[in-house]
């Protein structure tokens, strides 16, 4: 801490996924989020447990630097795709991306050796993340190669009314003795990045940001009833409007029209990718 801040030159790697942490608000009631003891599907938590920014250090009720961390790196320039609610505009590779719970309190649980441990930080939350990038993996069937893009255009989507994939952070700090860190606030924070996420709502939605959606073509007129007088004539626009990656040629033609009346188009077709109009006369 005697350097004042720093980030981590692995981690703020623009091919990396830099894992934060964060801490569960649970130590009021923790009855409130825990079973006594684990359910048949060998399960203890209730249901989502409320997080805060992982510090644990002696800034925080706890001991030396046991905290998250975060902050602008001075070598990388921010990636292209670094960008959503609460990302700075810094032109700097911002970390971390996202976060997964990471404090002693409530450890992880691994054997080694034989012997049962509890383990914390983000060295378990990393790898924890890396699982979950496994089940993804899994359930496309295929290599995602940098996740990180599809974060961000996740995180984006959810903020316009996409599936709740992250738990946005708000709350706590990573700051630790001697070094003011960064506070969670709404969207994006150097303290947590993206936030949490909802496992499952994670690998089934991972590709909603990138999904196509199905071609589609709509025809619209400027009057949906013209009135012709007895030997007269009139005119109607036609519009053509394609959506979801259509690109074709549209042809178009006339039919059923009452005995008397004929009726021509300026053109018979629209050229790919099929937007335009044309008239009916």
């Not at 608000?25 to 359910?39: E, H, I, M, V």
Request: glycine share 14%; hydrophobic share 35%.
């Amino acid at each position: 801490s005697g350097s004042g801040r720093a980030v981590n030159g692995l981690c703020t790697s623009p091919y990396s996924v830099c894992v934060g942490g964060t801490e569960f608000s649970d130590t009021t009631n923790p009855g409130q989020y825990w079973l006594p003891g684990n359910n048949p599907q060998q399960g203890s938590a209730e249901s989502y447990i409320p997080e805060t920014s992982w510090n644990e250090s002696a800034a925080n009720g706890g001991s030396g630097l046991w905290s998250g961390g975060g902050g602008a790196s001075t070598v990388y320039s921010k990636p292209s795709w670094q960008a959503g609610p609460g990302v700075p505009n810094d032109n700097h590779r911002d970390v971390p991306d996202v976060s997964l719970a990471a404090a002693g309190h409530d450890g992880y649980l691994v054997v080694g050796g034989g012997e049962l441990m509890s383990v914390g930080g983000t060295s378990a939350a990393s790898p924890s993340f890396a699982g979950l990038m496994a089940l993804i993996n899994q359930k496309t069937a295929a290599h995602q190669g940098n996740p990180n893009p599809n974060f961000y255009a996740l995180a984006t989507k959810q903020a316009s009314g996409g599936s709740s994939i992250f738990h946005d952070i708000t709350s706590g700090n990573n700051s630790v003795p001697g070094v003011a860190g960064f506070s969670a606030s709404s969207g994006y924070d150097l303290a947590t990045g993206l936030g949490s996420v909802d496992a499952n709502q994670l690998i089934n939605h991972w590709t909603d940001a990138t999904s196509n959606p199905a071609p589609s073509m709509q025809l619209s007129a400027s009057t949906a009833a013209p009135s012709v007088a007895p030997g007269q004539s009139a005119s109607v626009t036609l519009n053509v409007v394609t959506g979801g990656g259509f690109k074709s040629a549209v042809a178009l033609s006339v039919s059923g029209l009452p005995s008397g009346m004929t009726a021509t188009l300026s053109s018979a077709s629209i050229a790919s990718p099929g937007n335009g109009s044309l008239t009916l006369n």
